[in-house]
């Protein structure tokens, strides 16, 4: 009877809000009096606006109450102006000396709840902020860069390696973290950011390569479907069999209509970018960005600077616009299925050595050949000759459709790997 009453009873229990851990009642504890000494060190760095503002913007992150933040402008702003007395730096030295100390306590947190992993990285990068360079700390970043990327955390690797770039610029030049990158590259991929520009790329890494042993830059821009993540399935056996470094831009001058659930971008860039036409808008914006990215990817995880290249369908926009204005970069170009138009070559220059090779492949049952691929790519071929390549060829594969043709591709960048 025992039984069957407990059976009864239990179905109509209350649910009960999940009970915090010890961590984040540490944690809890511990905001209270960041908040506070925010609010204070505030009110000691008021002669510096720029720390003050900070320590407010600390205090509201650490859950400061609206009538605390309020009195303490108050105060401040009542107090008289004057040059700080030795006392009042000593005070202001000691505040920052325990909200950093407090933040590196949050850091140092055991066993944290998996959700809140990210939340206790991100005091740590509080805690550089107001003091930077701090070695124990930066040995912290290193180590769980590391212990993270064993385990293929990828957004955690992603956000550490983010902000490691921030605060250990040092350790990040100098290849410190190359290997967890890698580790996560092999595994997932990576997103190499732009720096001073919104735009993003996945960089796969090969299953052969090492900090001694690195891989040639192969770079892959998608069609109007704008299906990055599907490339980078369709193309991972390949470059772990191939061994090549790829690069997967998120561009915007491959699309048609722009849709901002495909990128990894604020939705208004987007936005921003989708009522421009190619010439004056799209491909301005993807060039900037992967000029950057390009050159971050090149000097970390490559053996030459120079690209191999190839593209489907709508890229061949920015793929032809590279060959005419960059053909130095390049080791061997292979659009596939491309679009070409003519102002790609505007403002364009010759190749200095007849460099680089370029096969162009087309399938005879392409449903947009005849209207549009098929004339594209003859007209390209007479424009890439007459900027003095020496080796242009339009490859035309009967029983083929609007591919991508990946394996005419190697095929094709195997003959061109060994050669200057």
């Not at 032809?320 to 080791?331: A, C, K, M």
Request: proline share 6%.
């Amino acid at each position: 009877m025992r039984i069957a009453l407990v059976l009864l009873i239990l179905p109509i229990l209350p649910h009960l809000p999940a009970q915090k851990t010890e961590a984040e009642k540490a944690e809890k504890r511990h905001l209270r009096t960041l908040a506070i000494k925010c609010l204070q060190l505030a009110e000691a760095v008021a002669g510096n606006p720029t720390e003050s503002k900070r320590a407010f913007e600390f205090a509201t992150k650490f859950g400061a109450k609206e009538k605390q933040i309020d009195a303490t402008r108050a105060k401040i702003e009542s107090a008289e102006e004057s040059d700080p007395t030795e006392a009042q730096k000593k005070k202001a030295h000691r505040l920052r000396r325990d909200v950093v100390n407090a933040l590196d306590r949050l850091t140092k947190t055991r066993r944290p709840p998996p959700s809140a992993i990210r939340r206790f990285d991100d005091y740590m990068f509080d805690a550089f902020v107001l003091d930077p360079g701090n070695q124990k700390r930066l040995a912290l970043l290193r180590k769980r860069v590391e212990s993270a990327a064993r385990k293929g955390d990828l957004d955690r690797v992603q956000h550490l390696l983010g902000n490691a770039k921030v605060h250990d610029s040092e350790g990040a030049d100098s290849g410190r973290y190359l290997a967890a990158a890698a580790t996560i590259g092999k595994k997932h991929h990576l997103i190499v950011n732009a720096r001073n520009h919104p735009l993003q790329a996945m960089v796969l890494i090969p299953k052969k390569w090492t900090p001694k042993a690195k891989a040639p830059v192969l770079v892959y821009i998608d069609g109007a479907g704008c299906r990055f993540e599907e490339a980078a399935k369709v193309y991972r056996p390949i470059i772990d069999k191939e061994n090549y470094v790829l690069v997967i831009p998120y561009t915007f001058s491959n699309g048609n209509e722009l849709e901002a659930s495909r990128y990894p971008y604020d939705p208004k860039i987007v936005q921003q970018y989708a009522a421009n036409n190619y010439r004056q808008g799209r491909i301005r914006w993807d060039v900037e960005g992967l000029d950057d990215v390009l050159a971050q990817v090149t000097a970390d995880y490559a053996t030459d600077d120079r690209l191999f290249w190839t593209c489907w369908s709508g890229g061949g926009m920015l793929t032809y616009w590279w060959i005419h204005h960059r053909p130095e970069t390049l080791r061997a170009v292979a659009p596939a299925s491309p679009n070409y138009w003519s102002w790609c070559k505007e403002g364009g220059k010759a190749s200095k050595d007849g460099h680089p090779p370029v096969r162009i492949f087309t399938g005879s049952e392409d449903s947009a050949g005849q209207a549009r691929i098929f004339p594209q790519s003859d007209e390209a071929v007479v424009e890439l000759k007459k900027m003095k390549l020496k080796d242009v060829e339009r490859v035309h594969l009967p029983g083929r459709g609007h591919d991508r043709f990946e394996r005419e591709v190697m095929d094709f960048f195997r003959t061109r790997r060994n050669k200057k």
